[in-house]
């Protein structure tokens, strides 16, 4: 029966002798939790981890599209859609965006992630020329001010166009399933890939959500589209993951990953996550409106920089920029 390894992540600036720092960040660990299938087969000493799944806990990740993970990483979310189910229509048109996403940049993001297509729960599919007439302007708008910009697009032909404006990363709901021209088509571009588990499409994925373990199975689901996309020629150090917090999941599902969220690390890879306005945020935390679930998205945000999640999508920039920076000043790190 296969083994899986959850690092129990710690921050304290104290690290006692012996403790192994997690993916060359401001993590670390001590003990590790062993996961099967058939339940947790409990904790064993850091330094039992078998060599090979040690190294790929506690190796630094790379910086991707120039953006390092030493600190957490903030990434402004700018949908150029009319139907979002956050902010759908508000930054519609490409004035408007670039507006924001400056907005956004000034405030502390360290990316950028611009798309055309909602991909909320019974979304429909939007054209290709569409999505792209949505998006290119604004990447092409916002490449070379100094803060990298990602495509979010399923399609490849999003994506080329999205990168010859300019973007360095594209990132793919789908991790490589809805094209199959996309792995080409960021492999030869040299672009960097985020991969997103999602139990089926937009239009379908919460009619019924199923999973065996959903930690398990999406890190199972992670670990094969790597693999896929490494064999199409893109390098691991150039792809992110993501659990895909609320695309084919129950709020228990959701939870269950939050707090799991540590394991993602065995694959080598930064992780990104996308919990931002959530519905599940709003159930827990009592906010109906979306844009009114900032205070549950960052208490989210700062439990995910405390198992060493590197990358965090949100909506609310400025909020989540703060939270970080106390955060960091309470851990001593000023």
Not at 306 to 331: F, K
Request: glycine share 12%; proline share 5%; charged share 20%.
């Amino acid at each position: 029966m296969r083994r899986y390894y959850r690092p129990i992540a710690q921050t304290d600036p104290v690290r006692p002798p012996g403790a192994r720092v997690l993916a060359g960040g401001w993590c670390w660990f001590e003990r590790v939790e062993v996961l099967t299938r058939a339940g947790s087969a409990g904790l064993i000493a850091a330094a039992d981890l078998p060599p090979e799944v040690a190294a790929q806990l506690c190796a630094p990740r790379e910086a991707v599209a120039g953006v390092a993970w030493d600190a957490p990483r903030i990434m402004g979310i700018v949908n150029t859609t009319p139907d979002s189910f956050s902010d759908g229509g508000r930054f519609a048109g490409v004035a408007d965006a670039v507006a924001a996403a400056r907005a956004m940049a000034a405030a502390g993001a360290d990316m950028l992630d611009i798309g055309g297509e909602s991909t909320r729960p019974g979304a429909a599919v939007v054209p290709e020329a569409e999505e792209i007439a949505r998006t290119a302007p604004v990447v092409g708008a916002l490449a070379g001010a100094g803060v990298p910009v990602s495509i979010d697009t399923r399609k490849a032909g999003v994506a080329r166009a999205a990168l010859a404006a300019g973007a360095v990363l594209v990132n793919d709901v789908s991790a490589l399933g809805y094209d199959a021209e996309m792995a080409a088509a960021v492999a030869r571009s040299g672009a960097a890939l985020c991969l997103m588990h999602a139990q089926g499409t937009p239009e379908t994925m919460q009619r019924a959500p199923n999973y065996g373990d959903v930690l398990l199975d999406v890190y199972d689901f992670l670990e094969a589209r790597v693999a896929v996309a490494e064999a199409a020629g893109i390098a691991r150090a150039r792809i992110l993951v993501d659990p895909g917090i609320g695309f084919g999941k129950t709020e228990a599902h959701n939870l269950a990953l939050l707090r799991g969220l540590a394991l993602l690390h065995g694959l080598g890879c930064p992780i990104l996550l996308g919990a931002s306005r959530k519905r599940f945020i709003g159930s827990i935390g009592g906010a109906e409106r979306a844009d009114a679930r900032g205070p549950g998205t960052l208490a989210v945000t700062l439990a995910a920089v405390a198992q060493g999640v590197q990358m965090h999508r949100v909506h609310d920039v400025a909020d989540v920029a703060q939270g970080l920076r106390l955060w960091r000043a309470v851990g001593g790190e000023g």
